[in-house]
Each structure stands twice: as C-alpha cells, then as structure tokens.
C-alpha cells in the first residue's frame, strides 16, 4: 500500500481527563539527560524538553495515573505537550506506550516519526526508528485507522505491524507483512502494571 502521508489514528475511547496532571520521570535506568543534562526519577517534564538514553538505558515518564510511555536505550525523544500544542517527536530508538486516560485538552496526541505521525487517544503502540527512512510501528492491543492516499483500519487483539518507508523519490510506503520484532508481549503487560492496568490481549481495548 502506497500512502504520500501518513496519518496512523488508534481510535480508542479515552475521553475522560485533561492537562491537568504534571508528566514526571517516574523511573529510569543507565544513562539518561534533559537537554543535555543528566537527570533522574521525580523530574517534571515539560514542554520542550529534549531527552535522550544511552546504552542500556531506559526511562519511563508516567503522563498522568493510567497514561505512561517508555524509552528504550538510544533514544532521542522531544516532549511537545502544553496547553495548546499536544505532540512528542521521536528522532531515533524506541518507545512504547500505553494510554488510558486523556492528557491534553485535544483529543488525540501525536507522536512525529522521520517517517510519519501516529496520532493517539488511547491503547498500546511500539515504535521504533530502524533508520532515518524507515519506521517499525505495531498496534499492540487495539484499533488504528491509516489515512494517506488510500485508508486502512487495524484492529488488534494481539500485535499488528507495519513497516513505514520513504523511498528515495520520498513516496511512502506501508509493510503489512511484518513480524512482531523489537518487544513481546511481557514489555507491554509490565509497562501496563506501572499503572495498575492490564492487557485483554484476547480483546481490543
């Protein structure tokens, strides 16, 4: 499937709540820094922040009670998130999510990639950037909607992939024939015990 642009929309319902919670780093491990600087467990987020982990490393930043994302090792993430504005930008590594309650006023938040957008209301995704023109993403538990030039709607009870491609004459494409790489099943089920939920992975949430 050939799409010009990508517009990835999980359609969950996570209608509830708003920007009234402070993001913080809520756990991390190795190497981590806030623009630049080295950083730690209870540290506010804020808009703008560039953060980055290094080998072996990870951090977790819980976006409100039932909201959390996690940046695996080599990971260069900037947080956009404020009163008007509601996105992150993933330039490199991996990150995994799961959201069920809303944290920006918007509907939706946004996740950029060198390859495309994924704009989410609520379940459990993984990205990873395989190069600066390739972008692995899987709806791990769910249903998401692609908009480009033609339109796809995937629902998952257990791990859907696709592989986001620009070409060199910058046309993008959609892999649907992709395996579940880069995290399991007990990445996801132990991110959704941080905030006291759990995975149905025999139902789309």
């Not at 190497?31 to 467990?41: A, H, I, P, W, Y």
């Not at 006023?105 to 994924?118: D, E, M």
Request: glycine share 6%; charged share 20%.
């Amino acid at each position: 499937m050939k799409i010009s642009a990508i517009l990835l929309l999980l359609l969950l319902s996570c209608t509830k709540g708003s920007l009234t919670e402070s993001p913080v780093i809520s756990a991390f491990a190795g190497e981590l820094t806030v623009n630049g600087n080295s950083s730690k467990t209870g540290v506010p987020v804020k808009y703008g922040d560039i953060i980055k982990t290094g080998q072996n490393s990870f951090c977790e930043i819980k976006l409100n009670e039932l909201s959390i994302i996690k940046l695996s090792q080599n990971t260069e993430f900037v947080f956009n998130i404020s009163e008007t504005e509601n996105s992150f930008e993933l330039h490199s590594g991996s990150l995994a999510g799961l959201t069920r309650k809303k944290f920006v006023k918007q509907n939706q938040y946004l996740i950029k990639t060198p390859t495309g957008i994924a704009a989410i209301r609520g379940t459990a995704y993984f990205i990873h950037i395989e190069s600066p023109d390739s972008t692995y993403f899987c709806v791990c538990n769910g249903t998401v909607a692609i908009k480009g030039e033609t339109e796809e709607t995937i629902t998952s009870t257990h791990h859907k992939a696709r592989r986001i491609t620009k070409k060199p004459d910058n046309k993008i494409t959609s892999d649907d024939n992709v395996p579940l790489l880069y995290h399991t099943d007990a990445d996801i089920d132990e991110l959704a015990d941080k905030i006291g939920e759990k995975i149905n992975w025999n139902n789309a949430y």
